[in-house]
């Protein structure tokens, strides 16, 4: 009986460290912003035609990990590039959690890889933002009408009867913060009124939220958490097969399953680093 119990204490043990590191986001304070629904925003940077391919290929990224964790897409915007690449797409992510799962995804992305249109073999390096919000209720943020500029316009892109023919597209600007929103997808001016306020409404609530941040915390060392567009987040480096987060030092060499969607290794080690910072350890 005694090596028997000696032998569960050994097996207890093992299991203590595992359970303290599940226990720690216990400690801290509910965020009720993680339970919302999130819209996000994908913006190809520098690098030209490279650059809207890298930001499509972060779109099906996205689209992918999203089908994996049963989460509905709805598209709000998305602007083609050339090649079959993306200049920039919103779209919302509606399910459980959302939010508190992807908005460390916000930051600057970037990739270096041969291109498909380079001839010399040689290795390039482009980029593309990503920007998580929180989805914002009329009773989060007060819009007055006075405080908006909005002005229509006609749509441009191909086919469909409302695009080149009417003035269905909408450019909605708040003019204490200078936001702007352009909205032209839908089929009619009032439904891209109604998308384009809803954007709004989620960056107008994350301003406000990093307002907050800011002041409480004077900005973490590590930026986990800041949505900061201008910091190179993560890089996904082709040759290598491999990804690095440079907030946390993680890195994968399965690229290719990153790509396909798999996120949760990366986004499990970001909320741990961000759970420790605000812990002090």
């Known amino acids: 009986m005694a090596e028997e119990a000696a032998r569960e204490v050994t097996s207890l043990e093992a299991r203590i460290a595992d359970l303290e590191v599940k226990l720690k986001p216990a400690l801290l304070p509910h965020d009720p912003l993680d339970d919302r629904n999130a819209i996000i925003e994908i913006r190809s940077g520098a690098g030209g035609d490279e650059a809207a391919l890298f930001a499509a290929d972060l779109f099906r990224m996205y689209t992918r990990f999203i089908e994996r964790a049963g989460w509905t897409r709805e598209t709000m915007s998305h602007s083609e590039g050339t090649l079959g690449g993306v200049k920039e797409a919103?779209?919302?992510?509606?399910?459980?959690?959302?939010?508190?799962?992807?908005?460390?995804?916000?930051?600057?992305?970037r990739v270096q890889r041969v291109?498909?249109?380079?001839t010399q073999g040689r290795i390039h390096t482009s980029?593309?933002?990503?920007?998580?919000?929180?989805?914002?209720?009329?009773v989060d943020v007060k819009i007055e009408d006075k405080d908006l500029r909005i002005d229509v316009f006609r749509s441009s892109g191909p086919g469909?009867?409302?695009?080149n023919t009417t003035d269905s597209a909408v450019r909605i600007t708040h003019?204490?913060?200078?936001?702007?929103?352009?909205?032209?997808?839908?089929?009619?001016?009032l439904q891209n009124k109604l998308k384009g306020m809803e954007v709004l409404r989620a960056r107008l609530l994350a301003l406000r939220v990093k307002e907050a941040e800011d002041a409480r915390s004077k900005m973490r060392k590590s930026q986990v958490g800041t949505g900061d567009r201008s910091d190179k987040i993560r890089t996904y480096n082709y040759p290598q097969s491999r990804v690095t987060d440079h907030r946390i030092g993680f890195t994968t060499h399965d690229l290719s399953g990153v790509m396909d969607g798999n996120l949760w290794p990366i986004i499990e080690a970001l909320k741990m680093a961000d759970v420790e910072e605000q812990l002090g350890e």
């Open 160 to 163: 469909g009867q409302s695009v």
């Open 115 to 118: 291109p498909a249109t380079e």
């Open 127 to 138: 980029a593309a933002t990503v920007a998580v919000l929180p989805e914002a209720e009329e």
């Open 90 to 109: 919103v779209f919302k992510v509606s399910g459980a959690g959302v939010f508190g799962a992807m908005r460390l995804e916000s930051g600057g992305h």
């Open 175 to 189: 003019i204490p913060t200078g936001l702007v929103v352009s909205q032209q997808d839908q089929k009619s001016q």
